[in-house]
T-cell receptor
Framework: AQSVTQLDSHVSVSEGTPVLLRCNYSSSYSPSLFWYVQHPNKGLQLLLKYTSAATLVKGINGFEAEFKKSETSFHLTKPSAHMSDAAEYFCVVGRDRGSTLGRLYFGRGTQLTVWP | EPEVTQTPSHQVTQMGQEVILRCVPISNHLYFYWYRQILGQKVEFLVSFYNNEISEKSEIFDDQFSVERPDGSNFTLKIRSTKLEDSAMYFC???????????FGSGTRLTVV
């Protein structure tokens, strides 16, 4: 069975400093992995996905994530935070690497606050 | 950019009443989904729908729930007799082969009183 653990419920950073949002997963299969972001009163927007051999995945808005199978981790990073990055971030695992259309399993979310 | 549209954004209903949550998926998408998030809990899968039938449902999706694609543009979730514990944010999503993952709507917050 698939599950996701987001290690921090809240992360606060200053504008211009790096962002690290941590995620560990558990899967019976070779999973697909995603990060979604939700801004207030908006839908869940896909930031990036991992479904292939490239372990470092680049997404939108300067975010990237690295798949580490040995650590069962998929941490999200950004070199320099911007005020507009303040939102809730969800780490998500899908059933298998080949499909982005199957059932998704969500982490609890990490609320990112960016201070000026 | 194409969007998944959900209406209403907030619905209040009395316990025991039927409620229908509406979604307009992206027009060329073929796969449709409902998820929900109870306050303070994880986003949970409810059901997926493809080719006019349910392709997968979770243990949450019992006989009180049903989905329908009544025409070429809408996708609905019906809760037959609402309970207090059905209060949650309900997200609709759609996707298609080759698409970059799902596209989610902004959600309908259902409050059962």
């Amino acid at each position: 069975a698939q599950s996701v653990t987001q290690l921090d419920s809240h992360v606060s950073v200053s504008e211009g400093t790096p962002v690290l949002l941590r995620c560990n997963y558990s899967s019976s299969y070779s999973p697909s992995l995603f990060w979604y972001v939700q801004h207030p009163n908006k839908g869940l927007q896909l930031l990036l996905k991992y479904t292939s051999a490239a372990t470092l995945v680049k997404g939108i808005n300067g975010f990237e994530a690295e798949f580490k199978k040995s650590e069962t981790s998929f941490h999200l990073t950004k070199p320099s935070a911007h005020m507009s990055d303040a939102a809730e971030y969800f780490c998500v695992v899908g059933r298998d690497r080949g499909s982005t259309l199957g059932r998704l399993y969500f982490g609890r979310g990490t609320q990112l606050t960016v201070w000026p | 950019e194409p969007e998944v549209t959900q209406t209403p954004s907030h619905q209040v209903t009395q316990m025991g009443q039927e409620v229908i949550l509406r979604c307009v998926p992206i027009s060329n998408h073929l796969y449709f989904y409902w998820y929900r998030q109870i306050l303070g809990q994880k986003v949970e899968f409810l059901v997926s729908f493809y080719n006019n039938e349910i392709s997968e449902k979770s243990e949450i999706f019992d006989d009180q729930f049903s989905v329908e694609r009544p025409d070429g543009s809408n996708f609905t979730l019906k809760i037959r007799s609402t309970k207090l514990e059905d209060s949650a944010m309900y997200f609709c999503a759609s996707g298609t082969v080759g698409n970059y993952g799902y596209t989610f709507g902004s959600g309908t917050r259902l409050t059962v009183v």
